[in-house]
């Protein structure tokens, strides 16, 4: 007799990522049927809302096409719910993310952006703990572990929906984690994201009544937690195949006769590895990006949708993210570029010279045209899907004066014993320098729209020596979002280095995971 086909109701209204919570929901075992009308919630037995992108935006879709009332009845009559990031902020009063906007009213209390100004970085971005505080079932094997949170808001505790709150998570205030009242439940952070540990979130809501052994889940509430992330640079070889590389100051060929590209192995393969090791997140650069139409790049949207059938930790890929007019005239925005990377499995996506031009732009004018490949996917998609990567390159100078952009006294002077330098920014590949530093473009860019930034030094790239912790510092300390720490590592000192001298949130490495020389 064949097993019985198990069925879970989603309901996708088509913002963002939820690729990884339908790889991540049939890993499990369970088919999908995708709501399209607000029948289809009243009629299911078990109900999904993973909610991506913006509070207003979610919730003119909820009310136009009648879903938000069928929600509300849904949920007050108590039938099994599970809402994800949005799908729990959408439960309360109101938003003041570009609103205030009025939510669906079901628990009491707002949503309100985290507090900058006390040295906490926004977005929220990373594994942070729980301090659990009564019987949530779903949170039940969580114990001690993180879970990964990605967020600018948040929900906050209160006289009013405690009788909700389920557990909290401490970030500069104690906010909500997740809520549970009988059979609904909701979450603030990404169980499809989060690991083994968030598929046995997934789990227990899927299999309420299985016999799985109960884990203590009285944690001690600790602080974010910082991320090492595996870089994989993919590009074309020159027979074609899409492999994963690896540069050394951004030279990835082989110094040998036939000067072929440095093969590493297989990007899918590799990425699957890496989740293995415990990388808490996995981002590929396509470094053919900038020479290929996005749009036909299909081989690299086709790594994403592979790799996100069995990597529950976020994905950001980078490369080729900009408009573009194809050979028949037909214009492509950036944005239309970016949603084909969610659609198939991005979490994040990351710019680099379009960045750079939309910098150079609004410091020229100091006008937001809103029309740059970094405003319009972050506007849609919210900051915390859009990083900025930089590549600089060390200029020593003799004094500060002798530039007018940011310099700073370096650690290690220069050949000509130079003890200051400003770090000039590059484009395309490195290959073209342009006038405008890291410390400018970093401040420009996170009021444009960024939520983190990536910041490489082509000095260091591929030389294992260590972070440029002198350029770390002074970005890190210039911005409030978080930075991750590039180009550089090749021992594993060099990571908490980063994170002991600098303000870095996340470090990031390619070489040394592709050599296992860190496991």
């Known amino acids: 007799m064949s097993k019985p086909v198990l069925f879970v109701t989603l309901l996708d209204y088509g913002a963002g990522n939820v690729r990884s919570v339908r790889n991540a929901i049939r890993h499990l075992g369970f088919d999908i049927k995708d709501v399209q009308s607000p029948e289809d919630i009243l009629n299911a037995n078990r109900l999904i809302f993973p909610g991506v992108g913006a509070f207003a935006a979610a919730m003119d879709v909820l009310n136009k096409t009648g879903m938000a009332e069928a929600l509300c009845a849904y949920i007050e009559n108590d039938r099994p719910f599970l809402g994800i990031c949005l799908g729990l902020q959408l439960l309360f009063e109101s938003s003041e993310e570009n609103g205030p906007v009025n939510g669906l009213g079901l628990i009491p209390g707002g949503v309100g952006r985290f507090d900058s100004s006390n040295g906490?970085?926004?977005?929220?971005?990373?594994?942070?703990?729980?301090?659990?505080?009564?019987?949530?079932?779903?949170?039940?094997?969580?114990?001690?572990?993180?879970?990964?949170?990605?967020?600018?808001?948040?929900?906050?505790?209160?006289?009013?929906?405690?009788?909700?709150?389920?557990?909290?998570?401490?970030?500069?205030?104690?906010?909500?984690?997740?809520?549970?009242?009988?059979?609904?439940?909701?979450?603030?952070?990404?169980?499809?994201?989060?690991?083994?540990?968030?598929?046995?979130?997934?789990?227990?809501?899927?299999?309420?009544?299985?016999?799985?052994?109960?884990?203590?889940?009285?944690?001690?509430?600790?602080?974010?937690?910082?991320?090492?992330?595996?870089?994989?640079?993919?590009?074309?070889?020159?027979?074609?195949?899409?492999?994963?590389?690896?540069?050394?100051?951004?030279?990835?060929?082989?110094?040998?006769?036939?000067?072929?590209?440095?093969?590493?192995?297989?990007?899918?393969?590799?990425?699957?590895?890496?989740?293995?090791?415990?990388?808490?997140e996995v981002s590929f650069l396509n470094i053919t990006g900038f020479r290929d139409f996005p749009l036909g790049d299909l081989p690299m949207l086709k790594v994403l949708r592979y790799t996100s059938e069995n990597v529950f930790v976020p994905l950001t890929v980078g490369g080729g993210i900009r408009d573009f007019t194809d050979a028949n005239g037909r214009y492509y925005s950036s944005l239309e570029v970016a949603s084909e990377y969610f659609r198939s499995g991005a979490d994040k996506i990351s710019i680099g010279s379009d960045a750079v031009y939309a910098a150079e732009e609004y410091l020229k004018t100091g006008v937001k045209t809103g029309k740059s490949s970094l405003e319009q996917i972050s506007r849609v998609y919210g900051n915390q899907a859009v990083v900025v990567s930089i590549d600089p390159r060390r200029v020593y100078i003799n004094s500060p004066n002798d530039v007018e952009f940011k310099a700073i006294r370096v650690t290690n002077p220069g050949p000509k014993g130079e003890e200051y330098a400003w770090y000039q920014c590059t484009v395309n590949g490195g290959r073209e320098g342009r006038p405008i530093g890291a410390y400018e473009l970093a401040k420009a860019v996170e009021e444009l729209g960024a939520g983190e930034i990536l910041l490489n030094c082509i000095d260091c790239d591929g030389q294992g020596k260590g972070y440029d912790l002198d350029l770390i510092k002074l970005i890190s300390d210039a911005v409030s979002i978080p930075v991750i720490a590039s180009s550089g590592a090749g021992a594993v000192e060099h990571f908490s280095e980063v994170f002991r001298k600098t303000n870095a949130s996340a470090s990031l490495a390619a070489g040394i995971f592709h050599r296992k020389e860190v496991i």
């Not at 602080?223 to 992330?229: C, E, G, P, S, Y």
């Not at 994963?244 to 006769?257: A, F, I, S």
């Not at 093969?263 to 090791?277: F, H, I, S, T």
């Open 120 to 280: 906490f970085r926004v977005p929220h971005i990373g594994w942070n703990a729980l301090q659990v505080y009564k019987d949530s079932d779903i949170l039940d094997d969580i114990g001690n572990h993180h879970v990964y949170f990605v967020h600018s808001y948040r929900a906050m505790p209160s006289n009013d929906n405690k009788e909700w709150v389920s557990s909290t998570c401490n970030y500069g205030d104690k906010f909500i984690a997740s809520i549970r009242r009988g059979n609904v439940h909701a979450v603030q952070f990404h169980p499809e994201k989060s690991g083994d540990v968030g598929l046995s979130v997934l789990r227990r809501f899927l299999y309420p009544k299985s016999h799985v052994t109960k884990k203590p889940t009285q944690g001690k509430a600790s602080t974010l937690a910082k991320r090492v992330i595996a870089c994989l640079d993919v590009r074309t070889n020159d027979k074609g195949d899409l492999v994963v590389t690896k540069g050394d100051q951004y030279d990835v060929r082989e110094h040998t006769k036939e000067n072929e590209v440095r093969n590493l192995g297989k990007p899918v393969e590799l990425a699957g590895q890496y989740y293995k090791d415990g990388a808490d």
